[in-house]
């Protein structure tokens, strides 16, 4: 009985990838354009600095080219320096299960030629990136993409460093506790001590 | 249902509980809190743990944790088997230190000197603090020894197995119910308003506190032995001061001590193993930090098969843990504590190696790892059918046919010249307590005893 349960769990398992009809990367046309503000190399803060991000379709493609897309993502995207041994970042062809892009820089409808200015979060990661954006048809599958970088993604790559997440009041009560910690094992063992002084008197 | 105290115990009176010739108690009753006895069981699986929701804190924090820190799959691998190291040796060093000075001493300081690693892992800011952080947090993992010992200590040949197998397994627990802990702490103060990372440090504060309290708990509740504490008992000349070459000896030169940390190394490590791997291999899979909570949250499907899974493997590790150490306590006597320690150790020593082999770096992915695993679990845990008790048989062979007794068995630990000094007769005791364990075939007659006969109401 288990065994046919267990079973059954692991075929719906397998065919829930299936029913998504997942979108390859490699399938996309390469028609948009999309530009954003970091130099080669920039090395930019979390939640300080801001990327200005410019999109639009490429002008080489006749102007009815777009007219299936219906939305627009500009993802910030790992570049393969810091995907090295974290297999959480891993570059695969099925976007369904592509993890190089983690963090939506802007997801809206589309319109040819507009641009954003974003603050970067507070919580991307100290790492290499550059950006892509997708284009969505109206059955919510990527049709077309632009990015940053190069096909090899190893040039016109920018640095965005994180924050610490820590601050002064955590540093000194982490200290305090630790203390406080270390004085009372000692105090247990000077009771101690004297306890066993008395049983001897 | 409650048993008048007068009417159990008229030859002990100060026991709550029914008690044999050493004063363990004879029955296990989980939900009282009298002391000594179920004061010492409640003390010692909360503060143990406490331990485990600190040492493995971390994992289930660990998606966010690698992107605050920069961490590598490595350095996240690195980090986990120094969580689980440190307490190799602890553990060893942790039976030692019971047999000398006490579990209630030696359980309350390893906790206390173990806490500052917790409190401080809210500063880590690199790969490298991030595992020194961990690795003395884990240290603290060898407040099992002490949990093992402490309850062999209090409870007699009959419930001991119980006791110990309660008592390592809802301080194990911790292990698990941290996975679910930390990430609700660490989303209520992400709530509150704090950054993400800034609230994945604040969250370890609630296991380090923990902690620390219940090493307090133990220092001013908890008491030895049945009859008081060691120094009491050393200075008044009940309890013997052992010597610590003497104890060590006894306990290397059994082989059944060997068999036994191999085996709790590959249910046990297999264990910590998990603990450490499960929730970033959950969330990565399955793509969702609600993968996590999926219990919680009714999230079916796609993750059902594997909590199947694991509820299975779960039960089968926790088991066998438990019937190993309920062999550990009539391993020896005299080196209780250095047995205990070794086959604590033991277990550690299994999570290292598995770690080290199937799940550090990116050789492997993480399900190969757990295949291989399997594999490894079942081709080291044969050598238990090897164990044999010359008074009470093997698993394939009875006891000895020269009639070799309990006594023979832990007499055989002391010299003539201890035994003239009466060091021996704690031991003497245990032997005659633990003719309860002969197998109905060796025990024809009935075996006279001095317990007192519950009595029902």
Redesign the interface.
């Known amino acids: 009985m288990e065994s046919h ?2 079973k059954a ?2 075929i ?2 397998c065919l ?1 990838g299936t029913c998504y009809g997942d979108v390859l990367f490699s399938s996309l046309s390469h028609t948009l354009v999309v530009t954003a503000s970091p130099n080669q190399g920039q090395v930019l803060n979390a939640g300080e600095d801001s990327i200005t991000v410019t999109w639009g379709l490429n002008q080489s493609f006749p102007t009815g080219t777009d007219e299936l897309y219906k939305e627009v993502k500009v993802n910030l995207c790992y570049a393969p320096i810091s995907q ?5 970042r891993k570059t695969v062809d099925n976007l369904g299960k592509d993890k190089t892009c983690q963090f939506t820089i802007v997801n809206k409808p589309y319109e040819r030629n507009q641009s954003i200015e974003w603050i970067i979060n ?2 991307v ?3 290499t990136y550059f950006v892509r954006a997708y284009a969505y048809n109206s059955a919510g599958e990527e049709v077309a993409y632009d990015q940053t970088a190069d096909g090899k993604k190893s040039s016109n790559l920018f640095e965005i460093q ?6 002064l009041s ?2 000194i ?3 305090c ?6 004085l ?2 000692f105090g ?2 000077l009771a ?1 001590k004297s ?2 002084r008395q ?2 008197n | 249902m409650e048993v008048p105290r007068t009417a159990t115990n008229s030859e002990h009176p100060r026991f709550a509980l029914p008690v044999d010739s050493e004063h363990k108690a004879t029955e296990f009753r989980v939900c009282s809190v009298a002391a000594p006895h179920m004061r010492a069981f409640h003390l010692s699986w909360i503060s143990f743990f406490s331990c485990f929701v600190s040492t493995f804190a971390a994992p289930p924090l660990l ?2 944790i ?3 820190l ?1 961490l ?3 350095d996240i691998g690195n980090a986990g088997i120094a969580a689980v190291s440190g307490a190799v040796f602890a553990r060893i060093a942790m039976g030692t230190a019971c047999d000398l000075f006490g579990p209630r ?1 030696a359980s ?2 390893l906790i ?2 173990s ?2 690693a917790v ?2 892992s ?2 880590a ?1 690199s790969a490298a603090s991030f595992l020194l952080v961990r690795f003395f947090t884990g240290f603290s993992l060898a407040t099992f020894v002490s949990t093992q010992f402490w309850m062999s200590s209090m409870f007699s040949a009959r419930v001991v197995g119980t006791a110990n197998g309660v008592a390592g397994g809802w301080g194990n627990l911790g292990g698990g119910a941290t996975q679910l802990i930390m990430p609700l702490v660490f989303s209520l103060i992400r709530d509150i308003g704090a ?4 609230a ?3 969250a370890f ?1 609630i296991p ?2 923990f902690q ?1 309290l219940s ?2 708990a133990v ?1 001013l509740l908890g008491q030895d032995m049945p009859d008081g504490n060691f ?2 008992l050393q ?2 000349g009940d309890k013997h001061k052992d010597n610590f070459s003497q104890v060590f000896y006894h306990a290397i030169k059994n082989y059944r001590g060997g068999i036994l940390a191999l085996t709790y190394g590959y249910c046990f490590g297999v264990e910590l193993t998990v603990d450490n791997i499960i929730a ?1 291999y959950f ?2 899979r399955f793509n969702t930090m609600g993968g996590l909570f999926c219990i919680l949250l009714g999230q079916v ?2 993750l ?2 594997s909590i ?2 694991m509820l299975v493997f779960s039960v089968f590790v926790q088991a066998a843990c438990g019937l190993t150490f309920g062999v550990v306590p009539f391993v020896s006597r005299r080196s209780l504590g250095v047995i205990s320690g070794m086959t604590g150790g033991g277990g550690n020593v299994g999570a290292v190696i598995t770690q080290v082999i199937f799940f550090r ?2 050789r492997y ?1 993480t399900e190969t790892g757990i295949t291989l695993m399997g594999v490894m679990i079942i081709c080291c845990s044969l050598p238990i059918l090897l164990i044999y008790f010359p008074q009470w048989g093997g698993m394939f062979c009875g006891p000895s046919p020269e009639g070799t007794t309990e006594e023979d068995y832990y007499m055989a630990e002391w010299n003539s010249k201890e035994k003239e000094s009466g060091f021996h007769q704690a031991s003497l005791k245990f032997a005659e307590n633990s003719r309860s364990e002969r197998s109905k075939r060796v025990d024809s007659a009935s075996t006279p005893t001095n317990e007192t006969p519950p009595t029902h109401v």
Not at chain 2, 195 to 198: D, G
Request: glycine residues 4%; hydrophobic residues 50%.
């Open positions: 349960l267990l769990f692991l719906f398992f829930l090295v041994d974290r297999a959480w507070k919580d990661p100290t790492a994180a924050i610490s997440g820590r601050h955590l540093d009560a982490s200290v506790f630790s203390a406080f910690s270390l009372s094992l247990f063992f101690e306890k066993r049983v001897k | 998606p966010i690698r992107d605050n920069n590598t799959a490595t001493l309350a300081s206390l000197l806490a500052p409190y401080c809210a500063i800011n950054v993400k990372f800034t994945w440090r604040i504060f380090a506190l620390t090493a307090f220092f120094s009491r200075k008044s970033q969330y990565d499907g796609s059902s098969a199947a899974v770096g990116s992915s």
